[in-house]
């Protein structure tokens, strides 16, 4: 039975954010990539990319923004955007990437998804963004349809290192 939509709340986050949002982080991304990666790989992103200081660190940057769905104070979904140099394949106007976009999987079919990516491609705009994009792990064909069904085409890929391990991406990217 779905939920009642109000239960979620869709806020900015803070730094006072960055130790939930380390935690859910590496937690969700361990939870959609560690059973198709070595542990050592795992491990190794995670401890790089998912601390604290490196939440804090994106929090404060001027260049992006995180846009998180609670639910009863905790955290069900969030996105981060960046502006930053896109990959030669992304030929849109003023492009914002999507830099994570996550959604907790108690919460998979229950609508998050789709009000996350309007308040992320509204947040791109208010960065400045007329087109936004996105890299997707070639082995993830869930986030690929939704992508594709939330307006996204495919322009290209992408290299992605997780640990050791050198992955392909799909770049997808969409006007906004």
């Known amino acids: 039975m779905p939920q009642d939509d109000t ?12 130790a939930a949002l380390a935690s859910f982080a590496a937690r969700t991304f361990a939870e959609t990539f560690g059973p198709d990666n070595r542990p050592e790989d795992l491990a190794a992103h995670l401890a790089a990319r998912y601390g604290v200081a490196q939440q804090t660190g ?10 998180l769905i609670e639910r009863r104070g905790e955290i069900a979904a969030y996105a981060q955007l960046r502006r930053g140099a896109p990959p030669p394949c992304v030929t849109g106007d003023s492009p914002v990437e999507i830099h994570r976009f996550y959604v907790d999987a ?9 009000r996350l990516m309007s308040a992320a491609c509204e947040a791109a705009r208010e960065l400045g963004g007329r087109s936004i994009w996105l890299a997707v792990w070639e082995h993830n064909p869930r986030a690929i349809a939704f992508y594709r069904k939330s307006g996204f085409r495919d322009v290209g890929d992408t290299t992605f290192v997780l640990g050791a391990d050198v992955q392909t991406d799909r770049v997808m990217m969409m006007e906004i």
């Open 7 to 18: 239960e979620f709340r869709l806020r900015r986050a803070t730094p006072a954010d960055a």
């Open 106 to 114: 108690p919460w998979h079919g229950h609508g998050l998804a789709q």
């Open 58 to 67: 994106e929090l404060t940057d001027p260049r992006g923004c995180t846009v």
